[in-house]
């Protein structure tokens, strides 16, 4: 029971790691970057967000472990000669972030955390009906 307690405790906190990860990506994801390598008279030079996938592996005595990994390429050039951070062409970096996916990533760990809580809470319910035996 304990193991299983372990297990969906581990669920809860990778369905976490999911969610933040993805809120982060979706509120970074119109953050205008300086193109690398470019300088100029009226350059305003600014590091890009890097946004991060999840990566969710199984734990060899049960469970799972969430972390994030870089995606790759991290930004992508747009045409925006307004921004202060355009170089010469008018191009800046965005982040590489779908809106989509990460909006799926969202509901996927809300379900996710959902079905570890509702282990929980069965187990919890099992845990006191044995109580009273």
């Not at 969710?56 to 000669?81: E, H, I, N, W």
């Amino acid at each position: 029971m304990f193991k299983a307690l372990q297990t969906s405790v581990s669920g809860l906190i990778a369905s976490s790691t999911r969610l933040n990860v993805a809120a982060s990506n979706i509120v970074n994801a119109r953050v205008a970057s300086s193109p690398k390598g470019t300088t100029g008279p009226r350059q305003t030079f600014r590091a890009g967000y890097s946004p991060q996938r999840v990566a969710q592996t199984t734990t060899a005595g049960g469970g799972v472990r969430a972390t994030g990994a870089p995606v790759s390429p991290a930004s992508l050039s747009v045409y925006d000669p307004t921004s202060p951070f355009a170089n010469e062409q008018g191009a800046v970096d965005m982040p590489n972030v779908s809106l989509p996916v990460e909006i799926s990533e969202l509901r996927r760990a809300r379900h996710a955390y959902e079905a570890n809580a509702k282990v929980i809470k069965t187990l919890d319910d099992t845990f006191k009906t044995l109580l009273k035996i």
